[in-house]
């Protein structure tokens, strides 16, 4: 006969709880409308930048560290009221090995962990006018807003 107390005494204390995985990302606001980029994408951000050779998309070129980096105006997806001239910030991301994309904003952008419970999909009826393909979910904030995710894997498609 085993004793009440066996049973008791191997279980895993740590059988109750259940970790939701989470993600950490990068997210900032352009106009009224926030984005959010997987942090281990994120290569760097940067203060002070100049582009040139806007193209009819919005897109341009910023040279970094003698680098070239291709600058994507969001702006485009959803028009704000601000330009590239009021963006004090541009965050380098990796595209893939060798080619690097920039996001021009205007303020600091801020670290959120949000549990894979708070993506959601995008109405299919919502993205058939005309949201690009990068866009790829949308995320409930901490805070009660929504958040755009970017899929940057998708930007050498567009």
């Known amino acids: 006969m085993t004793h009440a107390n066996y049973n008791r005494r191997f279980r895993s204390k740590k059988q ?36 040139y050779g806007l193209l009819p998309s919005g897109n341009s070129l910023v040279r970094h560290q003698e680098e070239l980096i291709t600058m994507i105006n969001l702006s485009t997806i959803f028009p704000s009221s601000r330009s590239i001239v009021d963006c004090n910030y541009l965050i380098i991301c990796t595209l893939n090995k060798s080619d690097r994309l920039g996001f021009p904003i205007p303020d600091m952008p801020k670290i959120l962990e949000i549990s894979e419970e708070s993506f959601c999909e995008i109405p299919e009826l919502y993205r058939q006018q005309q949201l690009p393909p990068v866009i790829e979910k949308l995320i409930r904030a901490p805070d009660g807003s929504e958040v755009f995710y970017l899929n940057l894997d998708l930007f050498s498609a567009m």
């Open 16 to 51: 109750g709880y259940v970790r939701l995985s989470s993600k950490k990302l990068v997210s900032f606001e352009l106009g009224n409308v926030y984005y959010a980029v997987p942090i281990e994408r994120v290569e760097r951000i940067v203060k002070d930048f100049n582009s």
